[in-house]
T-cell receptor, first 113, second 110 residues
């Protein structure tokens, strides 16, 4: 069964550094998403991406965040200047259009020191 | 502010019994509803999706939707220890994002 893949599984970074989290969505999906889950808390929506542009973003997704689909398969989340509070699990998800279920990758655990 | 509310639990259910998980949502125009299961340290895994009022059954799982009451539930029959997890209710409204509830922790007692 096709799946969403994320790399790396764990990223450790110094505060203030830039990080790029990578995702390969399911190949025939057209909608792509990033979510964040701080330890012990709920899954929080960050951004949705469709047709090479952001279609929706939350208040969490401020100017330090950006997303990109650099080629036909990858979907990336960049955090420009990381803060301690960015430490969380970041999940990528993809779906077909029409309010279809989102399928999640295994996540990247981001630890900011 | 669109909200999805769930009882955080833990909900303890004896093995073999029916587990009943509930969820309410605030956005009346919500169109699609999902139940995800999340084991500790893992990603959410889709269990059920439901789009219209009534019941939808898939194996041991039944999702129930009542749009008038803005209520969605998940029943797990013949509960197994492997069902012990956090169950996330998720609601997709008119825009391209899903709002998750905080999840209900389910503990199946052997």
């Amino acid at each position: 069964e096709p799946e969403v893949t994320q790399t790396p599984s764990h990223q450790v970074t110094q505060m203030g550094q830039e990080v790029i989290l990578r995702c390969v969505p399911i190949s025939n999906h057209l909608y792509f998403y990033w979510y964040r889950q701080i330890l012990g808390q709920k899954v929080e929506f960050l951004v949705s991406f469709y047709n090479n542009e952001i279609s929706e973003k939350s208040e969490i997704f401020d100017d330090q965040f950006s997303v990109e689909r650099p080629d036909g398969s990858n979907f990336t989340l960049k955090i420009r200047s990381t803060k301690l509070e960015d430490s969380a699990m970041y999940f990528c998800a993809s779906s077909e259009p029409g309010w279809q279920p989102q399928h999640f990758g295994d996540g990247t655990r981001l630890s900011i020191l | 502010q669109k909200e999805v509310e769930q009882n955080s639990g833990p909900l303890s259910v004896p093995e073999g019994a029916i587990a009943s998980l509930n969820c309410t949502y605030s956005d009346r125009v919500s169109q699609s509803f999902f139940w995800y299961r999340q084991y500790s340290g893992k990603s959410p895994e889709l269990i059920m999706s439901i789009y219209s009022n009534g019941d939808k059954e898939d194996g041991r799982f039944t999702a129930q939707l009542n749009k008038a009451s803005q209520y969605v539930s998940l029943l797990i029959r013949d509960s197994q220890p492997s069902d012990s997890a956090t169950y996330l209710c998720a609601v997709n409204g008119r825009d391209d994002k899903i709002i998750f509830g905080k999840g209900t922790r389910l503990h199946i007692l052997p």
